[in-house]
């Protein structure tokens, strides 16, 4: 019966951190997650730009390079902006 009323009573205060971690930092660590993937994918469009000879090929990359960096940031931050929104800040 102890162990019970120990369980809940520390259950109902971690309750405020839980909802602190899902609301606000877990929202957080899914942006940097998305910035690390873009970073990584720029630098291997970039990588794969210096070692290829074919001029219409480096254009080809860098149009994709800029295209990620415009695009598809743009859109996914503010997707997950609009789910943090809907989270409560």
């Keep these: 019966m102890c162990a019970c009323l120990v369980y809940h009573c520390g259950n109902k205060k971690r309750q405020p951190e839980t909802t602190e971690i899902t ?3 877990m ?3 899914e942006i940097i997650n998305h910035i690390n993937y873009l970073m990584e994918h720029v630098l291997a ?3 794969q730009s210096l070692i290829e000879p074919d001029p219409s ?3 080809s990359i860098n149009d994709q390079v800029s295209q990620t960096i415009l695009k598809r940031s743009t859109s ?3 997707l997950t902006k609009e789910k943090y929104d809907r989270r409560g800040t």
């Design 23 to 25: 609301k606000h930092w």
């Design 27 to 29: 929202v957080g660590v």
């Design 45 to 47: 469009l970039e990588t």
């Design 57 to 59: 090929a480096k254009q």
């Design 76 to 78: 996914n931050f503010r």
